[in-house]
């Protein structure tokens, strides 16, 4: 699927294949060029969620290092949250108008450079500060992602790109356990946050050096730039690629992605920062056990994002289930699929919670994958990082308010009630969802290019 092009198999100028005369071009383009790309991202997110991760595995080891209780780590969850959650529609609107390649590096430099200092910190409030900075820099990731689908594929592979490049969200949070432990157990805790932290440099570099738009990149074929072009919905308008914020927000079909993934991210949030914690002080798993298990949930996320994915492209090809509807229908299968982790707290068995975090994994990330690709279907390449951006900070709002929560109740009423809203959560958004996008759905500009794709797909 990915291979350099042949330079014989479109020979300049109409030559021959015996000609010698194919021109520099030629010979360095790359078939399938986009999935390259992706590949990119996904390799800077699954770094980007590596360096957040870390707290989350390091937890048990850090309340008492540092002498917090559950709430206090609570706050320093919160303080990255809260950074993330202020920054999401700034990190959008700053590449929207400084462009990807740049914006992209910049911020993972200062998250690397922020993630390193983590090991300096020695009570709860300067990690806490840490964990704000950090926020700051890494909430670029989804917008940055979402921005590089809506310009790089064609709508009838957008959902399937998206769920190569939220990959890398799982991926992270999957190798977070057993590298943060054996770096933590062999060299110490700090060195956990120092390596962690320091991969981000790497990939910044990765990416100045590699990225650049469909319109300016050398490697692309004038054949895959010209399907990108087709396959994606036209302008609604000319002199519209940039509507002003007031205007993206002012639109139902913002609000519609907005809330979904408000109610979406709460579970994500306890996935990656509770799991460990709550393994070890409700499950009495040691921090070596969690290395084996913690890992589990987020290779079964892994598997829901590339599920989702392909769910969409298959609905739309083989029950000509429109564009829009054809992401909406993995939404509510995925929010009924959470009602097993809302039944964690009711098992006895460790390894039947691990279980159901499982299917939660898979089920969030199935929600999550078609919920940010309906971004880049409803929104104008111009528009999608603030789009993205803003509908970001709502999800960190509700990830914080249930991060505080949890905090504020898990030691007094135990964590059963708080995983039982987990699934009334994803339920209410996916109504909510279906409801706001059914006059979106009746674009005629999206209609017309869903059913485009539906056909071949």
């Known amino acids: 699927m990915f291979?350099?092009?042949?330079?014989?198999?479109?020979?300049?100028?109409?030559?021959?294949?015996?000609?010698?005369?194919?021109?520099?071009?030629?010979?360095r383009t790359i078939i399938g060029l986009r999935w390259w790309i992706i590949a990119l991202v996904c390799l800077g997110t699954i770094v980007n969620y590596l360096s957040r991760n870390a707290l989350g595995v390091m937890a048990p080891e850090l309340k008492t290092l540092l002498h917090m209780n559950t709430q206090q780590y609570s706050y320093v969850v919160g303080a990255f949250q809260i950074g993330y959650t202020i920054m999401q529609p700034v990190c959008g609107l700053i590449i929207d108008l400084i462009g990807l390649r740049l914006?992209?590096?910049?911020?993972?430099?200062?998250?690397?450079?922020?993630?390193?200092?983590?090991?300096?910190?020695?009570?709860?409030?300067s990690l806490a500060a840490l964990r704000g900075l950090m926020g700051l820099s890494e909430a670029v990731a989804i917008p940055a992602g979402m921005k590089v689908v809506a310009e790089w594929f064609p709508n009838r592979e957008k959902s399937v790109a998206v769920g190569y490049f939220n990959a890398g969200t799982s991926l992270g949070s999957l190798f977070a356990p057993p590298l943060v432990v054996f770096l933590s157990l062999r060299y110490g805790w700090q060195s956990a946050f120092a390596v962690t932290g320091?991969?981000?440099?790497?990939?910044?570099?990765?990416?100045?050096?590699?990225?650049?738009?469909p319109a300016d990149h050398k490697r692309i074929s004038e054949q895959e730039r010209t399907a990108i072009v087709e396959g994606q919905t036209?302008?609604?308008?000319?002199?519209q690629d940039k509507r002003r914020i007031r205007e993206v927000l002012g639109t139902r079909r913002f609000w519609a992605i907005a809330q979904a993934r408000f109610f979406a991210e709460p579970a994500w949030q306890t996935f990656s920062f509770w799991i460990p914690l709550y393994l070890a002080t409700e499950r009495h798993m040691d921090l070596k056990q969690i290395a084996l298990f913690a890992w589990l949930p987020f290779l079964a996320a892994d598997l829901g994002g590339l599920f989702g994915g392909?769910?969409?492209?298959?609905?739309?090809?083989?029950?000509?289930?429109?564009?829009?509807?054809?992401?909406?229908?993995?939404?509510?299968?995925?929010a009924f699929m959470m009602i097993g982790p809302a039944c964690i707290g009711l098992v006895a068995s460790p390894y039947e919670a691990i279980a159901l975090f499982c299917v939660g994994g898979f089920a969030h990330q199935m929600i999550s994958a078609l919920v940010n690709t309906l971004a880049a279907d409803v929104f104008e390449p111009g528009e999608v990082g603030t789009?993205?951006?803003f509908a970001g900070m709502a999800a960190w709002i509700g990830g914080l308010g249930f991060s505080l929560m949890v905090g504020a109740l898990a030691d007094k009423i135990g964590y059963t009630p708080l995983f039982g809203a987990l699934g009334a959560f994803?339920?209410?958004?996916?109504?909510?969802?279906v409801i706001l996008m059914r006059g979106v759905s009746r674009d005629a500009r999206l209609q017309r290019v869903g059913n485009g794709a539906g056909s071949a797909a």
């Open 310 to 334: 392909y769910l969409s492209p298959f609905l739309m090809k083989r029950l000509r289930v429109p564009l829009i509807w054809s992401r909406i229908a993995g939404v509510v299968l995925g």
């Open 387 to 389: 789009a993205a951006g």
């Open 234 to 239: 036209p302008p609604a308008a000319q002199g």
């Open 103 to 125: 914006g992209f590096a910049l911020f993972a430099c200062l998250w690397s450079a922020t993630g390193m200092l983590h090991g300096l910190a020695s009570g709860w409030l």
């Open 426 to 433: 994803d339920l209410i958004g996916a109504t909510l969802l």
């Open 3 to 27: 291979e350099f092009a042949h330079p014989e198999a479109s020979p300049p100028g109409g030559l021959g294949p015996g000609s010698h005369k194919e021109t520099e071009t030629d010979l």
């Open 198 to 213: 320091a991969l981000g440099f790497v990939w910044a570099a990765l990416w100045y050096v590699f990225y650049r738009a």
